[in-house]
């Protein structure tokens, strides 16, 4: 097993520990891929946070890559053009309805949001009920120079399609979070990224050659980094690694900022798994917007 894939694994771990917020099931939209993910469903089967798309142009779309037509889902105020543009990397998990949602929430500030299904290739990854299955069959498969084209075509398919590229954010969640930091460092369109919980260290293959720790003094632009004090999968000394390789480049990389929640596990934006906390999750939203502001985007 990838040992780059196991934070998410440890998500599901760490939301056997409690929950605390209120249990209350909630109608799951399946307005991506297949819905909601089959591998977290025997975690918890419902979303607390549900983000209307009206005034909203939203839905599937596809992006040609060299012939393969990836899935995508795009939100963005209607009628707007030239808007700022956000890439949103999705989990393991791929592209799921609290993805979509995630997309949804930013369009309604302002923002063209894509969520791109970078697994697409290699299997869908929100129809597994298996997580060794899906790790194994999928997520070790995907080599970063995959995500990082497709991640550069769905911006030259935002700039076709309404979106401003020139104004380009990222943000994803876990195996995201560790994209978000490499797409920074790859692409110098990007004016800000924000990392949630996002592996910094790990194992140097032939499809994953290079991971944030090693890619921190040629970031583009600074990035937010949002994680777990509790977090069992990501040590915080590895954050405090990723701090001084951060520290030995560039203004845009020293000017990158980590804010780290005591006693919250991975995973705590996930409001459809019980290791959501409500909190630090609202918090990182607030910072999140904030910081794409003060980037420019």
């Not at 990723?242 to 005591?262: D, E, N, R």
Request: aromatic share 8%; glycine share 10%; with cysteine.
């Amino acid at each position: 097993m990838n040992t780059n894939t196991l934070n998410d694994a440890q998500a599901l771990l760490d939301a056997k520990e409690g929950d605390s917020h209120p249990t209350r099931r909630t109608a799951i939209a399946a307005t991506a891929g297949a819905g909601f993910a089959a591998a977290v469903l025997p975690v918890t089967g419902q979303t607390l946070v549900q983000t209307s798309a009206e005034g909203l142009q939203a839905g599937k779309v596809q992006i040609e890559v060299n012939g393969f037509a990836v899935p995508a889902y795009r939100a963005m105020p209607k009628g707007v053009t030239n808007a700022p543009v956000v890439l949103v990397v999705p989990e393991i998990f791929g592209l799921h309805e609290h993805i979509a949602d995630v997309t949804r929430r930013l369009a309604h500030l302002g923002y063209m949001a894509i969520a791109p299904d970078l697994m697409a290739r290699q299997g869908d990854a929100a129809s597994y009920a298996d997580m060794g299955k899906l790790m194994g069959e999928v997520v070790s498969k995907v080599p970063d120079a995959q995500v990082m084209a497709d991640l550069n075509a769905t911006v030259a398919w935002a700039g076709r399609n309404g979106g401003d590229t020139q104004r380009l954010a990222v943000t994803g969640f876990c195996w995201g979070g560790r994209i978000t930091w490499l797409y920074t460092a790859h692409q110098p369109l990007v004016k800000a990224g924000v990392a949630w919980y996002g592996r910094l260290v790990g194992q140097r293959t032939e499809l994953t050659p290079l991971h944030p720790v090693d890619v921190a003094a040629k970031l583009h632009a600074p990035v937010l980094g949002l994680y777990g004090g509790a977090d069992t999968g990501i040590g915080l000394d590895t954050v405090d690694a990723m701090k001084g390789a951060l520290a030995t480049g560039p203004a845009t990389a020293k000017a990158s900022h980590f804010v780290v929640y005591p006693d919250t596990p991975h995973a705590f934006h996930a409001d459809y798994r019980p290791s959501y906390r409500k909190e630090a999750a609202q918090d990182g939203w607030r910072r999140l917007t904030q910081w794409l502001r003060q980037h420019g985007v």
